[in-house]
């Protein structure tokens, strides 16, 4: 039994089905293929503006309240988020009332009023604060780091937009970038639960085949050229403890070493056996949590490590994080523990099929970023992989010159030239060196 099926319209819109009878509800995930990366100097943020003001009402519900009044009534609750590729709106529906769900759905994104502009601008205001400190500097690890690893690209600005640019989006900005972007090649819907994939199809030709657009344009701005690393920033900020962020620059998510990486990642966090945890809280009590993550865009990424620590206790986990990286360079991973780690993921992918959101929303992102993966796809992928694949991945992008460091917090002058050492070392470590990954 196929786990999804995707049918195309006329207008170019694509529907993935994910047919899961024994369900009692339909998760709805519809995912157009703009975000933040696709905006111009100037108009930073203006894909979550836009995104707000979709609630603000349209031509058939002239208010969110009414909109959003309609959404709970057929047990729904429309919410959505922006991120620099995509913008994705999800919902559960009853099964009885998809149809409904679609046409309320289609309402918002074809025939917006923007209306409540000046209190849809407040609001987002006060979002975006929650970015800065006192100074008006930004003080989210994830946007510090942005800065570094992607100077002057629009990866490199904040999503929620600049507190200057926000103050400029008016209704002419925001209907051009609607009529860009919100267009029906560019979207693609998902439906997961107790439907089928003949009834999806004619309920969404239904509510979006008489949609009209252009297609969505290609993206425009390059790359900039890797600052060589080791790389750092430092924010001074009153708290008690310092959030730390360590990143290296990797490619993209369509490379080779992707699955090499992702399960590195896996390696460090995802439990209290594995190494950040086991290292750095367990063993060394530096912290509460370490958690490592993957950020994967079309042509490039980031894997990082984000965790908090009191202001004595940055030297050594710095020390640390960086000799656990040095070792995942220079020693392959055991056979045990790669089985284990696998093991665990595995049992992940199998559990993800009980969560019809979970699905509605893979699909659909993995769709509109032309990375679609199936489950099986995932585990084939994992089976295969071997403790040099994922020594060679670490030597090849756990490099000194991917390397960047993000401090904000309460840190000590001289704590901060211990670290920068720290960091100069492990540029002439074996990570630079280029050793070879035997097992």
């Known amino acids: 039994m196929s786990e999804f099926f995707i049918d195309t319209l006329a207008n170019g ?46 031509e058939d519900y002239p208010s969110g309240q009414d909109l959003e009044g309609r959404f709970e009534a057929i047990g729904g609750n429309i919410n959505a988020a922006t991120d620099a590729e995509t913008t994705c709106y999800h919902s559960r529906l009853h099964p ?34 929650e970015d ?29 937009g600049t507190l200057d640019a926000i103050a400029t989006f008016d209704e002419t900005a925001l209907r051009s970038h609607h009529q860009r972007y919100y267009t029906p090649a ?55 403890q310092l959030s730390l962020q360590l990143a290296f620059r990797i490619p993209g998510r369509q490379d080779p070493a992707t699955p090499a990486l992702r399960m ?31 950020s994967l865009f079309e042509e490039c990424g980031s894997f990082a490590v984000d965790l908090a620590v009191m202001p004595e206790n940055l030297v050594p986990a710095v020390e640390e994080l960086l000799q656990i990286f040095l070792e995942l360079v220079q020693d392959p991973v055991g056979e045990g523990e790669l089985a284990r780690v696998l093991g665990n993921y595995l049992f992940d992918l199998e559990f993800s099929q009980d969560h019809a959101d979970l699905l ?3 699909y659909s992102w993995g769709l509109t970023t ?26 090849l992008y756990l490099t000194a010159a991917n ?22 070392g492990y540029r002439s470590s074996k990570a630079a060196a280029g050793t070879a990954c035997t097992a």
């Not at 009885?96 to 209190?119: C, K, N, Q």
């Not at 400190?133 to 510090?144: A, H, K, V, Y």
């Not at 390397?403 to 100069?424: I, K, T």
């Open 96 to 129: 009885a009332h998809i149809g409904d769900g679609l046409h309320l759905l289609a309402s918002m994104l074809r025939r917006p009023l923007f209306a409540g502009l000046e209190t849809e601008r407040s609001i987002v205001i006060e979002e975006a604060q």
């Open 403 to 424: 390397l960047h460091l993000v401090v904000v917090g309460p840190y000590r002058q001289s704590d901060r030239q211990r670290v920068e050492g720290l960091l100069a």
């Open 186 to 240: 560019n979207t693609v819907i998902a439906l997961a639960g107790r439907i089928t994939r003949d009834a999806a199809l004619a309920t969404v030709s239904d509510a979006f085949g008489d949609w009209r657009g252009p297609a969505p344009r290609p993206l425009c701005a390059s790359l900039p050229a890797p600052a060589k690393g080791p790389l750092s920033c430092w924010v001074r900020d009153t708290d008690s």
């Open 264 to 294: 590195l990642r896996r390696i460090l966090s995802g439990g209290g056996t594995t190494r950040l945890m086991r290292r750095l809280r367990e063993d060394l009590g530096l912290t509460y949590n370490a958690e490592a993550h993957l």
């Open 13 to 58: 819109l694509r529907l993935l089905t994910v047919e899961m009878p024994h369900l009692h509800s339909v998760e709805l995930a519809c995912t157009l293929g703009v975000g933040s990366r696709r905006e111009e100097p100037g108009r930073y943020g203006i894909s979550h503006f836009l995104e707000h003001m979709l609630f603000r009402g349209s």
């Open 132 to 160: 800065l400190n006192q100074e008006g500097r930004f003080i989210s690890p994830d946007l510090l780091m942005n800065g570094l690893l992607w100077p002057g690209h629009p990866l490199s600005q904040p999503i929620i």
């Open 370 to 395: 032309g990375f679609l993966r199936s489950l099986e796809d995932e585990r084939r992928e994992s089976r295969q992989l071997r403790p040099e694949n994922l020594c060679e991945a670490a030597r």
């Open 360 to 362: 509605a929303s893979r």
